[in-house]
């Protein structure tokens, strides 16, 4: 009873608290078209993508080095070989230079409006409260100029035809620059180079599509409510006390704390289960007596402990394992950082494998002694016993066990904030075995380290309810879904 | 002769059987004395069951029917601390607690139902299957036919025909046992131990599991534990009756039933005890 009460509290508080994140965001929203920084905001995109293919260029150019020392040339005679490559990074670089300082101007002015639009709310904000207090003398003197988007907009809008000069310009350098064969001193990074010019082409054939965006975007375009909601759920950025604009978008952390859980079940569900199996069915007594406190100890140790562990230990130990030699033909090693998903995942398991082994080991020893009997009286081995009878007649158990472990894992925050690396971005699954060597960052992790120094009733501080309240959600999820499947799923047992 | 080992079954021993001497009898119980930890649990049993006979076992709770039973396939391996301590048992003529014996072998020849009627929870036809499965039996045609050969032997093939792929918990407790009984004779053991087979069905059931006994001693040599008089009286070729971890009595069921040599046996018999 006690526990529905205080179930429905949290609820309550957690919405209270998150709920005003909906309207606060899309007001965010609304000024980001409203001042023009969605407009700007088109034109960054295209010099971010240039900067990130100026990133590999310098990629390249840092790992040709590499290679050729390692191949016994001095830095020197390094340098001088990469001077033809160093003249066409120069020139790919400097391709953008129009647009980069347009773009630089315009986002100054329209971050000028946004300041602007801001100090005219925090005036209304502050007379209406001195109008509260009875204060109407003092709330008459605050000043409050109201900003004239559209005026203020318009010497933005007017550079347009600056901008397509601008593109056309870098169009036209960037193919120059494409057309001029490149011979890398170091040939096995030919293909490298080649992997570079089709993303120059991709890169130019966005160029359109851009423009036409631009040519059509209204200021005074409305803003449905529902993007409010959906850019959180699907929105790709967590971005806090940015110049330029704040994002609040879950994927990020959705997609870390799902990556860590999965890693770490991974690893503690064949050792849980197999634990389970081996203590119910083949210990001898003694055994098992010894086993399963100690286990069950697992859960007793502070996260934070274990967290400590994983930086000064296992992080380390992981990325010196990964320098070995002999486990150079892994494309991922060695890895960068010592603090990832994966040393996260590996503490998490340790976790979760308490919970998963008790909940299995019930489920196993609930299954009467006369299926087991009946096995063995048929010439069935221990194992066939166990693999064909005893895992399959207590799956349900097992399954609710997993899920449950599931829950703890997502749910757990110390040591995934000490130990995931807390990079807010979507790991990039493209690296293979790779990725779960990257830094994330997770919803219980963001909240734990964020909730502390944001204001009290900011976005900021909505967005990290919304979380949390999106976090309880996912965990009554799991929690029913553990029960659904046993009561769907218990076999009866005549 | 003493074989008083702990036998597992993960023991790694060839399956290949000694070639045993030719002999009438199913099984041959010499001067055995079993233990459950320090509990004696079976003094001194010596015991002959002839093949293709139904012996019944009979005898009040606690006198070591069902641990002599549970010996002859080794059932006993599983729970801990019990063991012979003298003895011996044969069957077939082959030593079962010898060195070379495995047990998954020995329980392949001497299947075994239980009191409590336990099919898996597992389809009708997986669960005839089960014994095959596990020898990596797995070709569908041959399956396909055993399940009818063992169902109809087990006169259960025309209650499940139409639903073989349901679950076999499912069906009531005398078909169920009748399930373990077909799943027991799939893999053809030459005898078959039945543990109180009917003492948790009704009258009914327990006839047409009775009627079953009587055909499939044709095949099988049958041991069965029974507390019922009548059961044992109705369809058994011999009657043996325990008393206290000791074989009082064997012999023909007329002769037990109507002429005891042993004034026990007459006592329990006649119901002043038991």
């Not at chain 1, 204001?455 to 976090?471: I, P």
């Not at chain 2, 069957?91 to 998954?104: A, E, K, L, R, W």
Request: glycine letters at 6%; charged letters at 20%; proline letters at 5%.
């Amino acid at each position: 009873m006690i526990a529905i009460i205080v179930l429905g509290l949290i609820t309550f508080f957690l919405f209270r608290e998150g709920a005003e994140f909906f309207p606060q965001n899309l007001q965010n929203l609304r000024l980001y078209r409203k001042a023009g920084l969605e407009y700007v905001g088109l034109m960054r995109e295209q010099t971010a993508a240039h900067a990130t293919l100026n990133r590999s260029l310098q990629d390249l150019r840092v790992r040709q080095i590499m290679a050729m020392l390692k191949a016994g040339k001095t830095q020197e005679e390094a340098q001088a070989a990469l001077a033809e490559f160093d003249t066409y990074a120069t020139q790919f670089d400097a391709a953008v230079g129009d647009l980069r300082s347009l773009v630089s101007d315009l986002t100054d002015e329209v971050t000028a409006i946004k300041e602007k639009a801001k100090i005219h709310d925090d005036a209304l904000e502050q007379r209406e409260f001195l109008l509260k207090e009875g204060k109407k003398t003092e709330a008459d003197a605050v000043k409050t100029a109201t900003v004239d988007f559209k005026a203020e907009l318009a010497p933005v809008l007017a550079t347009f035809p600056a901008y397509t000069a601008a593109v056309a310009t870098l169009k036209q350098n960037l193919e120059v620059v494409l057309e001029k064969p490149l011979t890398l001193p170091v040939h096995e990074y030919q293909p490298r180079y080649k992997h570079f010019q089709n993303a120059v082409r991709a890169y130019l054939k966005t160029f359109p599509e851009t423009e036409e965006k631009l040519k059509n975007w209204r200021a005074d375009a409305p803003v449905p409510w529902w993007r409010s909601l959906t850019s959180f759920l699907f929105g790709t950025e967590w971005i806090t006390n940015s110049f330029w604009q704040d994002w609040y978008g879950i994927l990020p952390l959705l997609a870390g704390s799902l990556l860590v859980s999965i890693i770490a079940l991974l690893i503690a569900v064949p050792l849980g289960v197999c634990a389970a199996v081996y203590v119910s069915e083949l210990a001898q007594p003694a055994e098992a007596k010894f086993i399963k406190p100690y286990l069950e100890f697992i859960s007793a140790i502070p996260s934070v402990v274990l967290g400590f562990f994983g930086i000064a230990v296992l992080g380390e130990h992981i990325r010196q394992l990964t320098q070995w030699h002999a486990l150079s033909w892994i494309s991922a090693f060695p890895i960068a950082e010592r603090l990832n998903a994966f040393t996260a995942g590996a503490l998490l398991a340790l976790m979760a494998i308490p919970t998963i082994f008790s909940l299995s080991e019930d489920a196993l020893n609930s299954i009467p002694r006369h299926f087991k009997e009946a096995s063995y009286a048929l010439g069935a081995t221990r194992l066939q016993t166990i693999l064909r009878v005893l895992v399959p007649a207590s799956l349900s158990g097992i399954v609710s066990a997993v899920l449950l472990g599931f829950g703890r894992v997502i749910g757990e925050t110390m040591v995934v904030l000490l130990c995931a690396g807390n990079r807010i971005a979507i790991p990039d699954f493209t690296e293979g075995i790779g990725t779960v060597f990257q830094p994330v960052h997770t919803m219980t992790g963001i909240v734990a380290q964020e909730l502390g120094e944001v204001a009290n009733g900011t976005l900021h501080y909505r967005a990290l309810f919304m979380v949390g309240l999106f976090l309880f959600f996912l965990a009554l999820f799991i929690n029913w879904l553990a029960q659904t499947v046993v009561r769907k799923y218990k076999i009866s047992i005549g | 002769m003493s074989t008083s080992q702990p036998l597992s079954q993960e023991e790694e021993t060839a399956p290949a059987q000694p070639a045993a001497p030719a002999s009438p009898n199913a099984v041959d119980v010499e001067n055995l004395d079993f233990y459950y930890g320090d509990y004696h649990a079976l003094h001194g049993v010596n015991l002959q069951i002839p093949a293709h006979k139904v012996t019944a076992f009979i005898g009040p709770s606690g006198c070591g029917k069902s641990t002599l039973l549970r010996c002859f396939n080794r059932m006993n391996d599983l729970v801990p601390e019990s063991h012979i301590k003298h003895g011996s048992i044969k069957v077939h003529g082959t030593d079962i607690n010898g060195p070379n014996v495995d047990p998954i072998e020995l329980r392949k020849r001497v299947g075994m139902v239980f009191q409590k009627s336990n099919p898996f929870p597992k389809s009708i036809y997986e669960n005839v299957v089960y014994g095959l499965r596990i020898q990596g039996r797995n070709k569908r045609a041959e399956l396909d036919e055993i399940v009818e050969r063992s169902l109809r032997a087990a006169a259960l093939w025309d209650e499940v025909k139409d639903r073989l792929h349901e679950s076999g918990v499912g069906l009531s407790g005398g078909q169920q046992q009748r399930l373990c009984i077909a799943r027991a004779i799939a893999v053809e053991p030459e005898i078959i131990l039945m543990d109180e087979p009917c003492s948790a069905l009704d009258p009914i059931a327990t006839s047409k599991v009775e009627e079953l006994i009587f055909d499939l001693k044709k095949s099988y040599t049958i041991i069965i534990v029974t507390h019922n008089m009548q059961q044992a009286g109705r369809c058994s070729d011999l009657t043996a009756f325990f008393y206290l971890g000791r074989l009082i009595e064997i012999d023909r069921t007329e002769k037990i039933f109507t002429n005891p040599t042993q004034k026990q046996t007459e006592d329990y018999i006649t119901g002043r005890f038991g």
